[in-house]
């Protein structure tokens, strides 16, 4: 029987995965875990709890005497905030792995589910189609957290066998819950400025190509993932998944279908060297062939979802 439990569930893709989760294994094996006192009512359904990643004894002990058998290692800072505070970025995007893997390792946990991201790309990968392999030198505290995951996680599955599965997720984006402190955030937030008063200054410029993906897609990608048979998943590094490329002025373009009168407008930040540093676009055909990863939702889709459901009272 799964016992799943997710560490860091209020976050962007924490808010949306328990959910499918429960709706999948039953409300009793999914155990929603965060930092925070409970601030998501939806959680309501099954078990919270507080935990800090940090607290290597905390974890180890709800693993173990909970019989849990899959985590989903979702807390972490992103590459905006992380910028900010490097040194605390490292710890938590480092610590809590290996709190996690060692547990694998040690036999109290089957599986485990370990986020990368397209910030393991850096200036000198090539930026179109990027491939599964290719030139990785990270150039953001982020990045460079989410490279060294990566290699760790194929570490200990090679030496150790634990089976643990990752995808370099794109900027994802959703209407649930807001992301918090990433680069990518601007195809987020643009969807409540258009809603709420037809205008948004965005902070990286135009023609900023960026991967994204609708939360949807990210979600059954990663359940798809965790599922398929373990011969299947060949890569324990971490999957490229493409999902939709965008720029501030493409997809404000689509927005203004819908909105004819919304308006974008320019003053760029720090977060465009960071985003300089991505890729545009992603090739994820290994997904595709070892798990018949297929995404659904195209640029026009996502848009209408987005702007029939973002609750602008939210912001
Ligand atoms: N969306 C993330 C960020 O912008 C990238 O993984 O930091």
Known sequence: MKKILIIGACGQIGTELVLELRKRFGNENVIAADIHD???SQFLGGEYVKMDVLNQEQVRTYVIDNKIT???????????TAEKNPDFAWKLNMEGLFTILDLAKDGYLEKIFWPSSIAVFGPTTPKDLTP???IMEPSTVYGISKQAGERWCEYYFNKHGVDVRSIRYPGLISHTSLPGGGTTDYAVDIFYHA???EKYTCFLSENTGLPMMFMEDAIRATIELMEAPAENVKIRSSYNLSGISLTPKTLSAE???HIPNFE???QIDFRQKIADSWPNSIDDSVAKKDWNWQEEFTMQKMVLEMLSHVDISKI
Request: no cysteine.
């Open 38 to 40: 409970m601030e998501n």
């Open 70 to 80: 899959e985590v989903y290692l979702l807390a972490a800072l992103l590459s905006a």
């Open 132 to 134: 599964q392999y290719t």
């Open 195 to 197: 809603k709420k008063t």
């Open 255 to 257: 927005i203004k279908k």
């Open 264 to 266: 974008i407008s320019y």
